[in-house]
């Protein structure tokens, strides 16, 4: 079976990870030019995040079509391809392994292995770096959008109509709910 790789690297980075003297080079330069945003960049104060941050659409369409979440070291739907591993393994240099993560589903599309940035850990919209995106054949991302969206409008559909339900008996005894708020009741308000 052959398996197509999207991997997460932000160009030019993949020196940084694997040469320590070009490492070395950049931190002096990062440190003498006193770019303070480039120092944040680096995490656990050994190397440069290189791979790409998910914008927040791209986080909501993968949350949508990918719906299991579990870490890497527990992923055991498929093997991860050699590739996936060894950017795993570079990943894992520059966060907690704990924050390595892998989101799928049983019925595809393709897993993405992402990390999020323990530091950012109580952001309400922390950042989130993909690692990588494996399977068959990926799918574009207008397609998984497309995908994502239809999920969405079909889980808000059925949660919606649940409401409307809950509303329609509700409406059909408002004697009974202001009975039961005067008796101390509670009483669900929309």
Do not use: H
């Not at 997460?8 to 030019?33: C, N, P, Q």
């Amino acid at each position: 079976m052959e398996v197509v790789i999207e991997e997460g690297f932000v160009e030019g980075a993949i020196g940084l990870v694997t040469e320590a003297e070009e490492l070395d080079r950049w931190k002096e330069l990062v440190s003498e030019l006193g770019l303070a945003e480039q120092e944040k960049l680096v995490n656990k104060g050994s190397e440069p995040v290189s791979f790409r941050c998910m914008s927040n659409e791209e986080w909501e369409v993968y949350k949508a079509v990918l719906p299991t979440e579990v870490g890497f070291a527990d992923y055991g739907r498929d093997m991860i391809p050699i590739r996936v591993l060894e950017l795993g393994a570079l990943a894992a240099r520059q966060f907690e392994p704990d924050w390595l993560k892998i989101r799928y589903t049983a019925e595809g599309p393709d897993p993405i292995l992402y990390a999020m940035d323990p530091g950012e850990r109580y952001s309400a919209n922390p950042n989130r770096y993909l690692i990588a995106r494996w399977g068959e054949v990926l799918l574009s991302f207008s397609e998984l959008r497309k995908r994502a969206k239809e999920i969405l409008v079909e889980k808000s559909r059925a949660s919606l109509m649940k409401a409307k339900t809950e509303i329609e008996i509700e409406l059909q005894d408002l004697e009974g709910r202001a009975e039961k708020v005067l008796s101390g009741d509670y009483v669900r308000t929309w």
